[in-house]
């Protein structure tokens, strides 16, 4: 078992998400909140955050690997 240490170490290091997300008894725009977390939560919502726009054409953004399963930067993107 990993010790918490190295376990917190690894989230860092691994740039892995934590879904945690608050709405506060002050929130006047409950619906609103839930919405723009639930389309934060959203993998395709992610790569564009984290990547950029999908856009393979032109050697940016992100493609979908099918054989992989995971979001990744197109061959030869800067």
Same mark, same amino acid.
């Given at each position: 078992m990993l010790s918490r240490f190295f376990a917190e170490?690894?989230?860092?290091?691994? @740039?892995l998400p934590r879904p945690c997300a608050f709405i506060t008894a002050s929130c @006047?725009?409950?619906e609103e909140a839930i919405r723009f977390?639930?389309?934060? #939560?959203? &993998? @395709?919502m992610q790569a564009d955050l984290y990547y950029g726009?999908?856009?393979? &054409? @032109? $050697? #940016? $953004?992100w493609v979908y690997n099918e054989e992989t399963g995971n979001?990744?930067?197109?061959? $030869?993107?800067?």
């Open positions: 170490a690894l989230l860092r290091y691994l @740039e @006047e725009h409950v977390i639930d389309a934060m #939560m959203d &993998t @395709e726009p999908q856009n393979p &054409t @032109e $050697g #940016m $953004g979001c990744e930067k197109p061959s $030869g993107a800067h």
